[in-house]
């Protein structure tokens, strides 16, 4: 089932995915609900972020591929193979929908780079989960790219900016609560041209895993994501390109990127 | 104006404190509020974290007599003074309030030790504004315990739980918004005894030169807490403690230390 969070005129509500249609729920997506007749066009509502975030995850280095080149962005050898999750907070104000712009910020030297990655939505409370039981506690995968400027990496003490500023983590286009997590294939688009693709099967730390790991000091709360974190090699996206994170078999995560223009906010 | 926000019954209001007594009011502490004639002794209420915080935030290294401790956490000389704020994120589930316990977790080696603090509070949604602005946009403030495990803030590759787990962000008892910033006294006191005792004059940046900070490349939220930094030298708290942030002016964040005892969750 996919599960979208969408706006309607000034309404917000959730809805089921049905190809072309989606229906309207009443209830909860975290506890009950029921379909209702009342359906839309896709194409005629606006899809949101697929949830009221309270907190986004990262879980540090979790492919090995992607060792060698973020040791590289801080001109350092590869990192240690991480033993246990190393989880970061990615900043719930950065989290924005499929179609929405990716905002490169004025003040950045060009160094923004796309991550795209799958996404784990929780859908119960927990603290202090085993491995074996997290995946009780996830309702669903949608698609995630975990966009960070590499100058601020490099030279902040912490990820507030580099990977938290506003705009720089698109998730969407909705919830699939039947996939299986170990064994998809991931690719990343821009501007139509394949630049990363991977499968989940290769991540360190399984989506359980981390999930269980942070829930050790953390009470994970309903909404809250948790990104896989990245493949490989990234690079720089630059305003004028659309980037699209295709998980087949939970959707397209499109995204145009745009130059902030404005001295007083976001464009 | 003393502003706080608390449980009487089944329900959560905010109210203006004024001695023995808290006045219920009806609007939003953001925009515009009227105060009622529904009060409560203060006694018989149950305080709670002044806002619903989206994020909290904390300055990087701010008072320079904290330099060479924090190097010492990590073995290391003192880090150099920074040239501006390097912000991280605590963490809303770290959140607790006044008179709540701070949960020493069951798998530290007893090296969580108090930092008090004193903590803005956002008024008004910002984003990209100057350091002479940045006042308008703070509400009031509060007192702030950045709980830490210095383990794990040694060996972890972000601050995820050294700062930010459940329990380790105290504040309250509420938000005073008639006090000025730069010259607040702040002790800590442990079962009674004086244990750090500074000054916000000592602040490498002021409270709007960080939110104008963070502004830059993030949107902050009312509710949104930014914390003052720690200053000097901390040491451990275990349970049965009391430790106690007293900010003359604001007033006294009070928290007894437990041990978390049970394996499904927070004692």
Same mark, same amino acid.
């Given at each position: 089932?996919?599960?979208?969070?969408?706006?309607?005129?000034?309404?917000?509500?959730?809805?089921?995915?049905?190809?072309?249609?989606?229906?309207?729920?009443?209830?909860?997506? $975290?506890?009950?609900?029921?379909?209702?007749?009342?359906? $839309?066009?896709?194409?005629?509502?606006?899809?949101?972020?697929?949830?009221?975030?309270?907190?986004? %995850?990262?879980?540090?280095?979790?492919?090995?591929?992607?060792?060698?080149?973020?040791?590289?962005?801080?001109?350092?050898?590869?990192?240690?193979?991480?033993?246990?999750?190393?989880?970061?907070?990615?900043?719930?104000?950065?989290?924005?929908?499929?179609?929405?712009?990716?905002?490169?910020?004025?003040?950045?030297?060009?160094?923004?780079?796309?991550?795209?990655?799958?996404?784990?939505?929780?859908?119960?409370?927990?603290?202090?989960?085993?491995?074996?039981?997290?995946?009780?506690?996830?309702?669903? $995968?949608?698609?995630?790219?975990?966009?960070?400027?590499?100058?601020?990496?490099?030279?902040?003490?912490?990820? %507030?900016?580099?990977?938290?500023?506003?705009?720089?983590?698109?998730?969407?286009? %909705?919830?699939?609560?039947?996939?299986?997590?170990?064994?998809?294939?991931?690719?990343?688009?821009?501007?139509?041209?394949?630049?990363?693709?991977?499968?989940?099967?290769?991540?360190?730390?399984?989506?359980?895993?981390?999930?269980? $790991?942070?829930?050790?000091?953390?009470?994970?709360?309903?909404?809250?994501?948790?990104?896989?974190?990245?493949?490989?090699?990234?690079?720089?996206?630059?305003?004028?390109?659309?980037?699209?994170?295709?998980?087949?078999?939970?959707?397209?995560?499109?995204?145009?990127?745009?130059?902030?223009?404005?001295?007083?906010?976001?464009?």
């Amino acid at each position: 089932m996919k599960i979208a969070r969408f706006r309607t005129g000034r309404r917000v509500a959730y809805g089921v995915v049905f190809d072309e249609e989606i229906a309207e729920i009443r209830g909860s997506i $975290y506890t009950k609900f029921r379909i209702t007749d009342t359906r $839309y066009p896709l194409s005629e509502v606006k899809l949101l972020p697929p949830t009221e975030a309270t907190e986004l %995850w990262g879980p540090g280095l979790n492919f090995l591929d992607h060792l060698e080149f973020a040791g590289s962005v801080f001109g350092q050898e590869a990192p240690p193979v991480p033993q246990h999750p190393q989880p970061w907070r990615k900043g719930r104000n950065a989290m924005t929908g499929v179609n929405d712009p990716i905002i490169i910020p004025k003040d950045t030297a060009g160094e923004v780079h796309y991550e795209g990655e799958a996404v784990a939505i929780i859908g119960k409370t927990c603290r202090r989960i085993s491995p074996e039981r997290a995946g009780q506690f996830i309702l669903g $995968y949608t698609c995630g790219n975990d966009v960070s400027e590499r100058a601020w990496q490099r030279d902040d003490w912490t990820f %507030w900016r580099a990977k938290g500023a506003d705009t720089f983590a698109p998730v969407g286009p %909705w919830i699939e609560t039947e996939v299986n997590p170990t064994g998809l294939d991931l690719l990343v688009r821009i501007n139509g041209a394949e630049a990363q693709r991977c499968n989940t099967r290769d991540m360190l730390f399984t989506f359980p895993e981390i999930v269980s $790991y942070i829930s050790q000091q953390v009470t994970l709360r309903p909404g809250d994501l948790v990104f896989s974190g990245a493949t490989g090699v990234t690079c720089a996206i630059k305003p004028g390109d659309t980037v699209e994170v295709d998980i087949p078999g939970i959707g397209v995560l499109s995204n145009p990127v745009i130059a902030e223009f404005d001295a007083s906010g976001p464009g």
